[in-house]
């Protein structure tokens, strides 16, 4: 088990300090034009610890943690696919590192080209017509995308139009999306093969329909398979359809959303195209848009006049809903999603799907094999399935949670669990196509030992984990007693 | 190929144990008239040599100019242990930090950090990280009328000298959800926002007041006042800070007699390299009154079963996938690995050290502004003292003057006619410790030259 780390704080010596890698001191003449009503007295408490001691203690936080280039992370709807070190490396380039967001494009050629280049792939990969790359996360993109509909609706006059339909399995996203949209939301059911209730639909569509709100393969791990229909009924009712790209990584290459009637479309770029998730961020959500959103896209986006690249403005898309970021939102994330789509190229773009879903199914079938039920076992997996563990938690007494604790003790990621909530017990499992066969079939070996534990020895897996730096932690107590800063005093 | 390491044999193996014939199979559910027919606008792969070589190629065509731009994006020393430690894959290949367990390094660290944040802006709670600078004032002023129980109004006063693309991500945020952001008017010889100019607001009912210190223009404005102004009138007060400056310079937590409601900021001073805008992070703060409105990620310390501390996210049941749409904002990730670069960063600076690149980096502008205005045609816009950064005024049209220098390998600051068109032909200029006199004084020559030849055609 790896120790715990104190606190950086606890490592703090008055007096030390990494001077290195400090300026020199200008002395107090520099500052003497400031008026001392607006200058601080007190220094703020930051550490004073040498650089070798920050080193250390940084690192070790570091290897208190999962991560992809450690252990396997089948973590559903969430794509923890590997990320390639060319990509970091070459983004990473010391000119583009140094570039300044407002420097004259004259001095931004060659990173306006990949930003260009990768506008141009997503549109041919979505089927859109149009790209913005500026949104910096899913839900920023989200943000984009319904913020765009009510641009699109309001542009023509049609201004009742304030309700997002989506389906009652969505990411907790979307509505929350479309309140900060100013729109009302309307969920609607699911039928028992996971696709939506087109009666329903049918029956929620009117006059005040901005939108729905679809993510296909669902998150219920199957492919909406009347998605022809659903596109119709939105559309005839005057409303337009948003594509959550959560679960882009199952069709790329296969199907593309502007092909299946989506208006507008945001992608994670984080997930599909393999940019890290950094321990929870940065990520891209970069969005697309069909023609009757073209006008409304977040700037800036990229153009190009004859060979020169330059930024479009409010000047060239004066209906934009505007700014999403101070300036070009993630660029680093952003090319480090072309530096992987070109490595790809359009051979590999197709195989992504393709082994994703591969991978999906295959480790599907063998958990069936092993015991385990699906929660559709009727459908094809996409690149995710679920697993129910309702018959566990009622027969043994040991619910999905404590299946996600104990594989930590195995060496795996959890699995997403109680996520869709519709399926009681479920584990959201998707293992990306970067995965080898040996890898997942470990997986599976570590479920039906944990299967086997819940059977004879119950508590070993209701009380796990056992190896991790830290048990099961007190979230209630966490929230009810509010520890969000360090205090000497409260040292434990 | 792509990442991908199966085997003829594997993928033989793997359909056996599926039932199916062929991967195409797995595709049966989906429509065949959707299928994708062609990806012919994507280009065939590249290998990583080829890659390296298109990417070195892209990196030199942009070029290492000499800058003096500012204006929200600052060019400050990284310590090498940085980014050393923050590309490790543990770091960096890490998922968000929903599996405590498994995430306890990343969530010390965003406890770390916010324990820093707290301190440098005076305080009482952070949370873990928004976007940028922009995305968190946007965040902070849909707080503020969340925390506000008192105004109906949902108005915020928005000074001109508020960075004008953080302006503009604000209108667009929180465009559909009724704020409205009213402008106020700044003082065109000073450069700042006189608490006089608002008398005209007395007596309404306003939710919040931004304030930016430094301003946009690098002059400090007199937040005690706009401080209590505010309070006196019961709207509450958004502070928009440079977390170097803050080194140096009286924090939110301090100003007025009862201290800003909110701070924020751009998180990029902090050891985050410019990178043509992002990946950047914003900060967020407040007063433990105001936690459960506050947008995003919040880390708490607690015990596990076993009574061992630990950390963990915590007040969940205000983010979007417990309330879903009722969430108070739909943010789902935070910035965490410019987190951790920004936290390895203070450690590594301290107090004394960011004090240093505070005094350093002003000390560099004032000797900037001192030589440029030596040119003739040249003089700095404002009275008062300014910090970071400052606004020069020339005699002729800002563009071509700066096209100039760029072709002598030098970007000599914003052109803010387009933003500021009532200042005429001024100039944002900002210099930092990155800078030497041997550098400032290549662009005052340059500068020099440039006028000279423009007076002579």
């Not at chain 1, 990494?18 to 607006?38: T, V």
């Not at chain 1, 048990?471 to 007693?481: F, I, K, N, T």
């Amino acid at each position: 088990m790896p120790m715990p780390e104190k606190l950086i704080f606890e490592y703090s010596h008055a007096g030390r300090g990494a001077s290195d890698q400090w300026p020199r001191d200008p002395g107090p003449a520099a500052l003497a034009d400031l008026p001392a009503k607006l200058r601080r007295v007190r220094p703020p408490e930051l550490p004073e610890v040498g650089e070798l001691e920050t080193v250390r203690h940084f690192t070790r936080l570091s290897q208190l943690n999962f991560s992809i280039d450690t252990h396997f992370y089948p973590l559903g709807s969430c794509t923890m696919k590997y990320n390639p070190k060319a990509c970091n490396q070459y983004a990473m380039l010391p000119e583009f590192l140094a570039r300044h967001p407002l420097a004259p494009e004259t001095h931004g050629q060659g990173l306006l080209a990949c930003l260009y280049e990768l506008q141009e792939m997503l549109k041919e990969v979505t089927g859109m017509q149009s790209v913005a790359l500026n949104p910096m996360a899913g839900a920023h993109g989200e943000f984009a995308g319904v913020a765009m509909i009510r641009a699109y609706h309001r542009a023509r006059g049609d201004l009742k139009r304030n309700e997002i339909i989506v389906p009652e399995a969505a990411h907790g996203t979307n509505p929350a999306t479309a309140t900060m949209c100013g729109c009302a939301v309307r969920e609607i059911p699911v039928d028992a093969q996971g696709d939506v209730e087109l009666t329903a639909l049918a029956a929620a569509v009117g006059p005040n329909t901005a939108g729905i709100m679809l993510t296909n393969p669902s998150t219920l791990g199957v492919f909406e398979r009347h998605i022809g229909e659903v596109a119709r009924i939105v559309h005839q009712a005057g409303g337009l359809l948003y594509y959550d790209g959560a679960n882009l990584n199952a069709i790329l290459g296969k199907v593309r959303p502007g092909d299946m009637g989506f208006d507008v479309i945001h992608m994670n770029l984080h997930k599909t195209f393999s940019t890290p998730h950094g321990g929870g961020g940065p990520g891209a959500g970069a969005v697309g848009v069909g023609a009757r959103l073209a006008p409304f896209v977040p700037i800036p986006l990229v153009g190009k006049d004859g060979e020169r690249y330059r930024w479009l403005t409010e000047a060239d898309l004066p209906q934009s809903i505007g700014r999403l970021s101070a300036f070009m939102g993630n660029t680093g994330v952003l090319l480090r999603a072309y530096i992987y789509m070109r490595m790809l190229g359009r051979e590999g773009m197709q195989r992504v799907g393709e082994y994703a879903t591969l991978n999906a199914n295959y480790l599907l079938a063998r958990l069936q094999a092993a015991g385990f039920a699906a929660a559709y076992p009727q459908r094809r997996a996409s690149h995710e399935f679920i697993v129910t563990l309702k018959r566990q938690a009622r027969e043994l007494n040991v619910t999905a949670m404590d299946f996600a604790k104990r594989l930590l003790d195995y060496g795996f990621h959890a699995p997403t669990t109680y996520f869709p909530l519709l399926v009681p017990e479920c584990l959201l499992i998707e293992p990306t196509e970067t995965e080898s066969k040996d890898v997942l079939d470990a997986f599976v070996s570590a479920m039906s030992q944990i299967q086997k534990e819940a059977e004879q020895e119950p508590a070993r897996v209701t009380s796990a984990p056992h190896t991790m730096p830290v048990r099961r932690l007190d979230d209630v107590r966490a929230a009810r007693q509010l520890d969000l800063t360090w205090k000497p005093t409260a040292q434990s | 190929m792509a990442f991908i390491p199966h085997t003829e044999a594997d993928v033989a193996a793997m359909l056996a144990a599926i039932g199916a014939a062929g991967i195409e199979n797995l595709f049966d559910e989906i429509p065949p008239d959707l299928r994708v027919k062609s990806l012919a606008g994507v280009p065939p792969e590249l290998n990583e040599m080829e890659i390296g070589r298109l990417m070195t190629e892209r990196a030199r065509t942009d070029g290492a100019p000499l800058s003096f731009i500012g204006a929200g994006a600052y060019e400050h020393h990284i310590p090498a242990a940085v980014w050393a430690i923050t590309t490790r894959g543990e770091f960096y290949s890490a998922y968000t930090p929903y599996q405590a367990e498994a995430s306890q390094g990343t969530l010390q660290l965003i406890y770390e950090f916010q324990t820093m944040i707290a301190r440098l802006t005076g305080m009482e709670v952070a949370n873990a990280s928004m976007y940028d600078g922009a995305s968190a004032t946007a965040e902070a002023a849909l707080m503020a009328v969340r925390a506000n129980r008192k105004s109906k109004s949902a108005r915020i006063l928005v000074p001109s000298t508020l960075h004008p693309h953080y302006r503009r991500v604000a209108l667009t945020t929180a465009a559909n959800q009724g704020l409205k952001f009213e402008d106020l008017p700044y003082c065109t010889a000073e450069g700042i926002t006189p608490a006089a100019s608002l008398a005209r607001y007395d007596g309404q009912d306003i939710t919040a007041l931004v304030i930016q210190q430094p301003n946009f223009f690098g002059r400090l404005e007199d937040v005690d006042a706009l401080t209590d102004w505010a309070h006196a009138r019961g709207a509450l007060v958004i502070a928009v800070v440079n977390p170097t400056a803050l080194a140096l310079l009286k924090p939110p937590g301090q100003w007025g007699s009862r201290g800003a409601d909110i701070a924020v900021g751009e998180g990029q001073p902090l050891g985050v390299p410019l990178c043509s805008g992002g990946p950047y992070f914003g900060f967020m703060t407040t007063r433990m009154e105001h936690v459960r409105q506050m947008p995003g990620r919040i880390v708490g310390r607690t015990l596990d079963v076993a009574g061992h501390p630990g950390f963990t996210l915590t007040l969940q049941a205000r983010e979007q996938h417990i309330r879903r749409a009722k969430a108070t904002s739909n943010i789902c990730t935070n910035q965490g690995l410019l987190v951790t670069a920004a936290t390895i960063y203070m450690s590594l600076m301290g107090a004394q050290g960011l004090a240093r690149t505070a005094a350093a980096a002003h000390a560099r502008t004032r000797e900037l502004v001192a030589g440029l205005t030596r040119v003739p045609g040249v003089h700095l816009a404002f009275s008062g003292s300014y910090f970071h950064e400052a606004v020069l005024q020339l005699d002729r049209p800002v563009a071509p003057v700066l096209k100039s220098l760029s072709n002598r390998g030098i970007l000599g600051g914003l052109d803010l006619s387009g933003y500021f068109p009532e200042l005429g032909n001024a100039l944002l200029v900002c210099a930092t410790e990155t800078k030497t006199s041997a550098d400032i004084d290549r662009y005052r020559a340059c500068l020099s030259e440039v006028i000279q030849a423009a007076r002579a055609a």
